[in-house]
Each structure stands twice: as C-alpha cells, then as structure tokens.
C-alpha cells in the first residue's frame, strides 16, 4: 500500500509518502518547506498559509519524483485536520480533497497530534509508552488505555514549545527558536533561581516566561540555561509521577523539543530510576512532517473507508484524547 501525507498545521507545509508492507512502513519521501517569520515576531496564520500555497505544488511534486511514484500509484490520502491554525488547515484540506476527487482515492483526516505519536512508534518500536508529546501546540503527558490516549498531565497555559520561541523572540530570534536556546544555554552552568509551577501533575509555565525576561536583561545565556534546567525539570518531575503512577516500562518523547539533548539527558535520569525504556523519535521526525500524517492515515485505512469528501474537515481546536482509535 502506498499513501501521501499532507502537514499543513502551522508553519511547515510538507507531504511525504510511505510503502506499507505487512505491518511495516517505509518512508520513500517526506518533502517540507517551513514559512519563518521575521526576526522578532511569531506566526502570522495569513502569511503562513500563503507561504504553503505558494510552495504546495512543488513539496508535493518533490515528494512524488523522490518516491519514484505518480498520483495514480497512491491508494490513500491523508491530511492533518487539526489541530492548528485555521489558514493553514485548509491549505493542506484543499490540496488533499483535490487530489482526492480527481484521482478517485480515498481519503483520511488525521489528528495532527495522534500523528506526532504514531510515527515515534513506527520510529522506535516503542510499543505501549508513556508518552511525552512536546512541541509548538503541545504539552502533553499521555498513555493508551482502552481506544484512547489518555492525559496524564499537560500545560495549562503556554507549551513548553510556545516557552522557548516567545522568550526567544524577545531575544531576537527567528521563531522556531528552541535550538538557539539549546545552544546559548550550553556554554553556561550558572543557575539563576526561576519560578518552578507544577500543579497537581500539571505544568504552568507563563510565569517562568516573565521571569526569564527579566533575567536576561542581565545576561541572556545564563538567563537560556536556567529557563530550560526549571523548564524541563518541571516536565521531568510530571513524567516521574506518571510512571509511577501507570507503571509504564516504556517512555517516549515526541514533537519538536524531542530535539532538544539536554531534555533527553533529564529524562533518561527518571527513566533509569525507573527501570524504564527511553524512547525519542529521531531528529529529522522529531516536527511536524507528512510522515506523521501518512502513517497514520495508514494504521486508519486498515479499519474504516476512507471520508466521504462532504463529510471531510478541519478543526482548529480538537484534542487527541478526543479521538477514538481503533487499530
Ligand atoms: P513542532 O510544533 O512539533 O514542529 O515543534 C516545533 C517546536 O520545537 C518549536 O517550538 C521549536 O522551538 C522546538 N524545537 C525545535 N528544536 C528544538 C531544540 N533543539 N530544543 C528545544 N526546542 C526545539
Ligand atoms: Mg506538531
């Protein structure tokens, strides 16, 4: 079986296909193009949607002829329905509900997040962890149980991805700025005491971000270091509670901060106190990418037809643990 995978949540535009052989995925091709804004500022859903129609032709047809495939090859089509930026959301929708009309084939709206999950699985081998889903549009601390991710802890306001690009845009970056972070806070060890907000086994970290602020007017690399040591020690405590309290023997990370080595090294820590396996998704998958959307597209076309095209969607707002899983 081969499918396409279409990522158009946020700021990156990206289509990819895989070969499913049994129970095996290969990737033959995932294409991105990723809209940054000005030094300084964040997303703007406008400018990023243009960005992605602008660029959706030539990611899709990039994907294609690295596959070595034509559309008429494609036995399903899957794209992220939310959650995400409306604009953006309805690139991707258009593109897939498109192709899908004109080449007959059948057609998949994925949960943008379930995505981030399901290839880390693919990825890793992970096969029943508790799940760290860390990125721009989520915080999330979630484990399986009976059709549904369940949530054991998450944001309650900003993500751990929102934390790192809004105080890295006060400091002049280009969002997405958690690698300059990583890599302003490693040539640093001196800690500057933080606001550290774990409620129940929930995260807060708006408090974090102003105190940050003011912090780096001093001096901004050590300002970097102590906002991702309170930062992920907060994360790592949450994880610590989880396993405790699901006796998983499985942990792993996925979504953009998975990148981040120094969050990997804290958490691999509990997880040796833990007996635990540690599982993060590879770099290059570690955002958001059609191989998301495509594998997962593909665990769902073994269960249910494709959506009838009328009944196809995007939603701005719609949490995983909504999401009934039958697979
Ligand atoms: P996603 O929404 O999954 O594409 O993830 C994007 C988020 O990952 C952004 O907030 C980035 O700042 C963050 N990110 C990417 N690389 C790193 C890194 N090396 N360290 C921390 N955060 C990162
Ligand atoms: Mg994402």
Redesign the pocket.
Known sequence: MLGLGIEST???FSCAIIEKKRNKGKILSDIRKIYRPANGEGIHPREASRHHIENCSSVLSESLTEAKITIKDLDIISYAAGPGLGPCLRVGAVVARSLASFYKIPIYPVNHAIG?IELGKLLTGASNPLVLL?????TMLLAFLDKQWRVFGETLDI????L??QF?RSLGFA?????N??ELASTSSNYVTLPYSVKGNDVSFSGLLSATKSVAKKNKIDACYSLQETAFAMISESVERALSFTRKKELMIV???A???R?SEMLQDVCKRHGCKFFVVPLKY???CGSQICWTGILESKVKPGTLLKDTFVTQSWRLDSVVVNY
């Open positions: 946020a700021h990156t981030h860390v990125s721009g549009g989520h993500t751990l991805g929102q790192l690009d890295g969002s997405p700025c958690g690698k972070i990583e979504g953009g901060v990148a981040n080595k969050l570690a955002g958001d």
